[in-house]
């Protein structure tokens, strides 16, 4: 597999707390460059970056990033906020009080009110999979198809662990059809993002594609 097929499935990722608008430019002209699927930036960048590159690039942004706790109305401001100002992918962390509650109820009505709120916009579901055991996970492979969003993720990145191919191969035997599969978390070297492509994942969550793949 090229490098340039596999940026094309890379969500060019800088969530860093520290991040510049220097930073974000590097990012944004990298992502152009190199026809990256998306850049994801932190929300507060997302009506800047609008301005300065109008519909040239396609900006994720992150909701009720990184822990998932805040309350549901919270993640629905915030979404609605981001996509008022330009965003055109939502990353979103489900509550994993919830989860460990044995609240899958209330995990399914949050994810259905952000796509809701998304409408057509690109809906990704994080489930954290480093604090989860294997039953938690294919209960949310099912509750993320049946409230309909676009794409369950792995990890956030600021988690313990990160993606893992078992994972993957659970995701893909236990989603819905029309649910796709993002990576992300400890995804590294070239070899990692052809395993998790030919895997079944439509995107990877990465900060170092383009140093790892064009050298």
Known sequence: MEAKEILEHVDHTLLKPYATWEDIEKLCEEAMKYHMASVCVPPCYIRR????????????????????????????AETRQAIADGAGEIDMVINLCDVKNGDFH????????????????TL?????????????KIALCKIVTEAGADYIKTSTGFGTAGASLEDICLFK????????????????????MVDYLKAGCDRIGSSSAIAVLTQ
């Open 173 to 192: 035997e236990h989603i819905g059809e029309a649910v796709k599969i993002k990576a992300a978390g400890g995804i590294r070297t070239k070899e990692d």
């Open 124 to 136: 990704k579901v994080i489930i954290e999979t480093c604090y989860l055991n294997k039953e938690e």
């Open 49 to 76: 970056i609008k301005e300065a590159y109008k519909e040239k690039i396609n900006v994720c942004t992150v909701v009720g990033f990184p822990l998932g706790y805040c309350v549901k109305e919270a993640k629905l």
């Open 106 to 121: 209330k995990i399914k009505e949050e994810i259905g009110a952000l796509k809701k709120e998304c409408g057509n916009l």
